[in-house]
């Protein structure tokens, strides 16, 4: 499919197939977050690749977050928060995520970006050291569901040419 079709046809994912991703697919997609670009090149991130069904159970637990459990894997996007990092690291570490989300598309894997959990409770869980934010969760796993397309604000509601 040309990348345009990928971007455009995407859809978060939230109900997944009992099927593993296997690790070929799972490196192209830790490999597409990788490359991204970053302020400085400081590359300023880490994700944690989370399999352990316990510990997906465990951030399973709030009302935006259930769909964690079903995936088989969820990666965590962690940002550094040191001075040199802190102004750029959550724009750096987000376009590597949405880099892997592109992939994973691309290669018919689902995802779902996650906003809602409880950080504290997650760091603690996760051991992630208290320089480093978390940025998001991201699901993924084969489709389970064709989620009806979501609606999109007009082009000219969210563009315009020179001036605001
Ligand atoms: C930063 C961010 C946080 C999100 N947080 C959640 C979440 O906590 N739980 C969830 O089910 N979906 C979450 N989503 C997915 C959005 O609900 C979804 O992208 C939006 O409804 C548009 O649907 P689409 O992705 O299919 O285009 C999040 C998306 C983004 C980008």
Redesign the pocket.
Known sequence: MPLVNVILSR??I?QYQHKEIPRDALNKILEAGRQAPSAMNRQPWHFIVVTDAEIKKELSKWL??KHIKDSPVTIVGCAKTSFLDRKWSTIGTSIALQNMVITAWALGIGS?????FKEDKVKRLLRIPDKWKIV?LVTFGYPAET?HV?RKKPIGKVVSFNKF
């Open positions: 859809r978060s939230r935006f977050t779902c970006w996650i906003g809602g998001a989620p979501k």
